[in-house]
Structure formats: C-alpha cells, structure tokens
C-alpha cells in the first residue's frame, strides 16, 4: 500500500497529492509517469511525475477529475492508500541526460498548457537545480484554471502567464507569447510544449515555421501505459511509436497530430476500439513492434 501524505484541490476538478513511494522516488526523472490504482478492483490511470523528494521518498501526482476512477480519487484523503503505484515509467525527459555544461549554453523555452504545467514543472526544476534558468508560458482556459504558479516562479528564468478569455495576465494562446517573445528578439535552442493534443499541434507549426526544435510530451493519449493496449499508437516521422514504451516524449515536428487526436477520439467507444482492432489487428505487446 502507498499511503498519501497530501492532497489539496489546485483547482476546479484539478487536485495535487504527495504519494509515499521510496523506490519510485529513488529512481524517477522528469519526463517519465507512474500507473496508479486505487485498489484491486480499480482502473489502472497513468500519471506523469510532478515531482519528486528522494530523501522523503515521495512523489508528487496531479490530476485532472474526468470519469469515475479520478473522482474516486479526489475523495480520497491523506492517510488513504493506493493500491498500487507502479514506476517509473517510459523514457526521462533528453535533458537529463544531456551535458550540463553544453545545455548552460542554450536557451530553452516550456510550454504547459492546462494539466500540462504539472509534468513541465520537474524538467524546469530540474534545470533550475543544476544553474540553469528556462522561459515558461504557461496557458489556462481561465485565471481559476492556472496551477502551480507560485512553484513555478521559484525555478523558471521568465514565467508568462495567459489565459484564453483574459481573466488573469494576458489573453490570447500560448502560440501568441511565443510570436511575441521571438518578435523581441528571444532566440530559443529548444521548446518543450507539454499540453492539450490541439495545443501541441499548434505550437509545432508555429515552432517549424520559427526554425526552434520542440519536443512535446504525448501522454495524453496514454490509456494501458504498458504498450498492451495500442492506444497510444502513433506515428513519428516514417515509424509506428507507442507513447508509454517509446516516450513519452518526441520530436513534435515528426509527429501526426491529426492521427493521433483521431485515434484517440476513436478509442473513446467502443465501436472505434473495434474498427482499429480491425484495421491494425490485436495490441497484445506493442513494445514488440513484430506483434502490432
């Protein structure tokens, strides 16, 4: 059992816990997430890392309210317990294990759209730790939708805040305070947009256009987390990936957003989970690409 040592609403259907977990803790890095579960009869919910505390031994999950399973997590309390809490999982964040001295040399720009802010946060933490300070624009429907501010502002370079309907800061997209940034002058060596499907999708285009690498985080579309299930197939560049196993980070100018948000539509019924096992046969074991 995995007992919970926090939990707190960050905001509406959106709530953070503190998670004993020693061996995870031990052994994550950002970029990577964890499967949960609340007890032997329950959903198996991948979540990205938010952070970490290695000398506690616990790890940080936020979640977003969007069925039965989460709901019946955020009546959970501290003093409850998981289940399972299984990690770390998929691939670090390419940060991690770059040279320090060569990524001092770059200027590095994050995006975190909505939920998106919370697996940004670790990566920007994690560069701030090691002396080097990234621009974060952080996006939100509205000012009561904005997450993690005030720990954001402790490790990020430049923090921009906007929000769609203009309720908090500025208002606009995110794509906007890129246009603005780069208009000024910025020259960034590489972004990392972390977000909605459609929010990713726009920020590539408009980043491939700017000439800025970006890598963008595809755990959205994770379902199984363990490449059985073939949710979170995909395509990058001229190959067939597998967010979970795979990522669940790529170079988001090789990735086909159009089919992912399809899919992943699809997948939402079960008419469409049936019309893919059709098309692309049984996901028993995606990570074996011979079997998919």
């Known amino acids: 059992m995995y007992k919970i040592l926090k939990a707190c609403n960050l905001a509406s259907n959106i709530f953070l816990m503190d998670v004993e977990a020693e061996r995870v803790a031990k052994a994550c890095e950002p970029g990577q997430f964890v499967i949960v579960k609340i007890d032997e009869k329950g959903e198996r919910i991948p979540l990205t890392i938010c952070d970490y505390d290695r000398e506690k031994g616990t790890v940080t999950i936020v979640v977003q309210t969007v069925g ?8 959970l309390k501290a003093g409850d317990s998981f289940r399972d809490f299984v990690g770390p999982l998929g691939k670090p964040s390419e940060l991690v294990n770059e040279d320090i001295d060569e990524l001092k040399k770059k200027k590095i720009l994050f995006v975190g759209g909505g939920l998106g802010t919370a697996p940004v946060y670790p990566q920007v933490k994690w560069l701030h730790k090691r002396g080097i300070d990234a621009d974060v624009i952080v996006g939100a429907k509205t000012r009561d939708l904005v997450i993690l501010e005030d720990e954001m502002k402790e490790v990020a370079g430049n923090l921009y805040i906007t929000t769609d309907d203009g309720s908090y800061q500025r208002k606009g997209m995110v794509t906007e305070v890129i246009k603005d940034l780069t208009s000024a002058g910025n020259k960034y060596d590489l972004c990392v947009a972390i977000g909605p499907m459609i929010m990713m999708k726009f920020v590539c285009i408009l980043t491939k256009e700017l000439g800025i690498p970006t890598v963008v985080s595809m755990n959205p579309i994770m379902v199984d987390g363990t490449g059985m299930c073939g949710a979170c197939r995909l395509i990058v560049g001229d190959e067939v ?8 980070e790529f170079d988001g100018h090789l990735v086909d957003f159009d089919q992912a948000m399809k899919r992943q539509n699809l997948y939402k019924t079960e008419e469409g989970r049936a019309m893919l096992k059709e098309q692309e046969g049984e996901h028993n074991g995606c990570h074996e690409k011979s079997t998919c």
């Open 241 to 248: 990936k597998f967010a979970c196993v795979d990522g669940p």
């Open 68 to 75: 039965a399973s989460t709901t019946r997590m955020q009546n």
